[in-house]
């Protein structure tokens, strides 16, 4: 086993080492970038697709593919959609992508940007508070709690870096850190972990996977490596299905699904964390609200 964890967190370690850095100066680019916009108008079928040239408070400008301009009064649109290109549409710019339903993705958070989060379960109860913040284009930093109504309190520490920053290709490593009270043993323990993940596609489809070791785990001793497999796709111009699995191969195992409502810069995850064993299934609905500041 030891020898298997140790081939596996080597791989990550060269694949971060080896992937070309011409790529890393690309920090948030898309923050800077002509954005697309799909426009549908009062009282005239079909949509307009194109990129953004000039707006104001009464008037949008986009450039069609054919290259003409055409000028458009805000107050004749019935519907728009700010983001990427996608297919013959456009869907929604997500403002955490840096985050699948439970846990990180490859993607960094902006410079200057964070989210505050408040997720919840009504069964078996709890919520669990969340900041997060980017510095330097590369570091995403993230920190909150665990509140339960009849076990004691967690805290948890995340932080990760991300070496690689392509529009369709990612890599990151971090490290994170759970308390873990012992109220019949009258004190706090702890759990932590180093793992590396990288996100493989863009924003409107992409695919997860990392590996987890745990460095401190109390009087239990190591777990083992924890496999992380997941990803993202859209499904509308304003929603995106997630899916998320976490396994240690050896008794642990945690899917997670669920959808992301995007709306500017709000977003709305509803969710269902899955624990499953050879025991059975157990289903736990969350929700989770989330306001991103510091975008542009």
């Known amino acids: 086993m030891i020898k298997k964890v140790t081939f596996l967190f080597a791989f990550w370690l060269l694949l971060i080492l080896t992937i070309p850095d011409s790529g890393l100066a690309q920090t948030a680019q898309l923050n800077n970038e002509s954005y697309q916009v799909m ?35 805000k107050n004749t649109i019935l519907s728009m959609v700010k983001g990427t290109r996608y297919g013959s549409g456009v869907v929604a710019r997500d403002p955490n992508s840096s985050r699948s ?8 958070l902006g410079s200057g940007q964070g989210y505050v989060s408040l997720s ?6 709890f919520l669990a ?11 995403s930093l993230n920190a909150g709690a665990i509140i339960t109504k009849d076990d004691p309190n967690y805290v948890f520490l995340n932080g990760k870096i991300s070496f690689v920053r392509r529009p369709k290709l990612n890599v990151a490593i971090g490290a994170l850190y759970l308390n873990l009270p012992v109220p019949e043993r009258g004190y706090t323990d702890g759990f ?25 785990s109390g009087e ?7 496999y992380i497999i997941g990803g993202e796709f859209q499904v509308s111009p304003r ?22 409502f995007l709306i500017k810069n709000l977003a709305l995850d509803v969710s269902v964390a899955i624990p499953w064993s050879s025991d059975g299934l157990k289903f736990r609905p969350m929700i989770s609200p989330v306001y991103n500041f510091g975008r542009r």
């Open 39 to 73: 426009i549908v108008q009062r009282g005239k079928p079909g949509r307009l697709v194109g990129t953004v040239t000039y707006e104001n408070e009464k008037v949008i400008r986009i450039r069609k593919d054919d290259g003409s301009e055409l000028t458009i009064e």
């Open 101 to 108: 339903v439970i846990g990180p993705t490859a993607r960094p």
């Open 120 to 125: 919840g379960a009504p069964w078996p109860g």
């Open 129 to 139: 508070p969340t900041v997060s913040f980017g510095l330097g284009g590369f570091l």
């Open 192 to 216: 932590g972990a180093i793992y590396g993940i990288g996100t493989f596609g863009g924003e409107a489809a992409s695919f997860n996977v990392g590996l987890g070791l745990d460095y401190y």
């Open 220 to 226: 239990g001793g190591s777990s083992g490596p924890i």
């Open 239 to 260: 929603v995106k299905a997630l899916v998320e699995n976490w396994t240690t191969l050896q008794g642990f195992n945690l899917t997670c699904v669920g959808l992301r």
